[in-house]
């Protein structure tokens, strides 16, 4: 088999699609997930804290000079950028939770045994009369 055909044998496999699938959905999951933090919990959380804006967040460790701009210690991305990650993590967490949840419920639930066929039904009536036969004598 030549390296081309196990590349697509590998490519098309249901896991190779899925992952990449997945792969997508996150990265707009984390365009999703930064916009909440960015503009919905971060400008309310900047209010509380005196109007301050955490993007703008800086240190300044040595100012710009002509055209070499400034060298600054941006901690308040930093901060946006963990709580981007807390809340990713979070609602991962709570997905794998309810995943889970569902598997010990679905594990749980009592399995029905499939109905006897005709045949096992037949078998059996047999081996009753058989039975109840060799008792009365």
Do not use: C, W
């Not at 070499?68 to 210690?73: D, E, K, R, S, T």
């Not at 569902?102 to 066929?117: Q, T």
């Amino acid at each position: 088999m030549s390296i081309i055909n196990e590349f697509k044998a590998f490519a098309v496999k249901g896991n190779v699609v899925d992952m990449a699938v997945g792969i997508i959905i996150g990265a707009a999951f984390g365009k999703i997930v930064s916009s909440f933090v960015g503009d919905v919990i971060m400008p309310p959380l900047g209010l509380l804290i005196g109007g301050v804006d955490f993007s703008d967040l800086a240190i300044t460790l040595k100012a710009a000079q002509g055209d070499i701009p400034a060298v600054v210690l941006a901690y308040g991305r930093f901060i946006q950028t963990v709580i981007d990650f807390v809340i990713v993590a979070f609602a991962i967490f709570m997905g794998v939770k309810a995943i889970n949840r569902l598997k010990r419920e679905e594990a749980a639930a009592p399995s029905v045994p499939p109905a006897p066929s005709t045949q096992e039904v037949l078998l059996t009536e047999i081996r009753d009369l058989l039975k109840s036969g060799q008792h009365k004598e």
